[in-house]
């Protein structure tokens, strides 16, 4: 007969062992257990939710569908708009074409120049005009000059630039209206322009300097020096030109002061000191043996 403990020893064993193990690997067996939770929530959690995305990936492929339905059916309708657009162009197409079997292009609008938009100011009529109108017509005949003067028709951008001075008086277009004179060497109109423009603005540089070239083109060289030397100090001597100009006007200067003044020098005999000082720079010397003070020299002797 069996012995009815014989089954109960071992599983004593086996426990006692486990507990011992336990007590010497605490922290492993929690760890143990702590994994065994998560992967049983976790196995929950999936198949549970399961069903649900099941659902939803079951519902996108029908929204999908739809989408595209109604993206193929406004192709649809944009394909038949643009039939209709081309059958309309035809038609048009064929009605522009004339007997030679051309079409006959539609025509362009009509392009105005700016010139032909300005009108034509005089002292009369620009008192008429508004403080606005004024402002307006002079910037559009000041643009207008500047493209004749482009062009090189000094003529025509003399008179607009002096209509736009009707309109305005600037310093801008006085120095502009130079610019031409300048370019068809009336030095004495530049001159008159350009002291206009730098009556309005005294640092006007580029009119000083167009200034200075008119002057020195007449030979006016200190009125030339004087500009010359405004327009490096307004500057701050930035301008390499105006700085040699300045250098070589220098030199002109003086040698035309000096000129001046030995033609203007009258010829004169040196003054009594300055010939007694020279007499008195030579030493005594004796005279010659045989020779007395007292004696009588004939005036026939001699070579």
């Known amino acids: 007969m069996a012995n009815p403990s014989g089954s109960i020893v071992p599983s004593a064993s086996t426990w006692d062992r486990l507990t011992a193990w336990y007590g010497d690997n605490k922290v492993v067996a929690w760890t143990i257990a702590g994994v065994t939770v998560v992967a049983v929530g976790g196995s929950i959690y999936y198949l549970s939710s399961g069903p649900a995305q099941k659902d939803t990936a079951s519902s996108r492929p029908s929204s999908r569908a ?26 048009a197409g064929a009605k ?29 009529s620009v008192t008429s005009l508004s403080e606005s109108q004024r402002k307006e017509y002079a910037g559009k005949l000041k643009a207008a000059g500047n493209k004749a003067y482009g062009s090189k028709d000094y003529i025509k951008a003399i ?33 008159e322009d350009t002291t206009a423009a730098i009556n309005i603005d005294p640092e006007y540089v580029k009119a000083l300097n167009r200034r200075a070239n008119a002057y020195e083109q007449e030979s006016m060289f200190s009125e030339a020096l004087l500009d010359y030397t405004a327009s490096c100090i307004i500057d701050q001597f930035r301008n390499e030109a105006s700085a040699q100009s300045v250098e070589r006007l220098l030199k002109k200067l003086a040698e035309s002061k000096a000129k001046t003044i030995l033609e203007g020098k009258t010829k004169k005999l040196p003054s009594p000191t300055f010939v007694s000082n020279y007499l008195q720079s030579f030493r005594a010397r004796d005279l010659p043996e045989g020779l007395d003070d007292a004696a009588d020299l004939s005036e026939e002797s001699g070579p």
């Not at 007997?99 to 105005?112: I, L, S």
């Open 159 to 191: 008179d607009l630039y002096g209509q736009a001075i009707l309109c305005k008086a600037d310093a801008v277009f006085y120095s502009n209206r130079a610019a031409c004179w300048n370019a068809m060497s009336n030095w004495e109109k530049v001159i």
């Open 66 to 91: 739809k989408k595209s339905k109604k993206k193929a059916k406004a192709d649809l309708e944009k394909a038949e708009t643009g039939l209709g657009k081309e059958e309309e162009d035809v038609r």
């Open 96 to 124: 522009a074409e004339d007997d030679g079997g051309f079409k006959t292009a539609p025509p362009k609008p009509a392009v105005v120049e700016e010139s032909d938009e300005l009108p034509e100011i005089t002292e009369e």
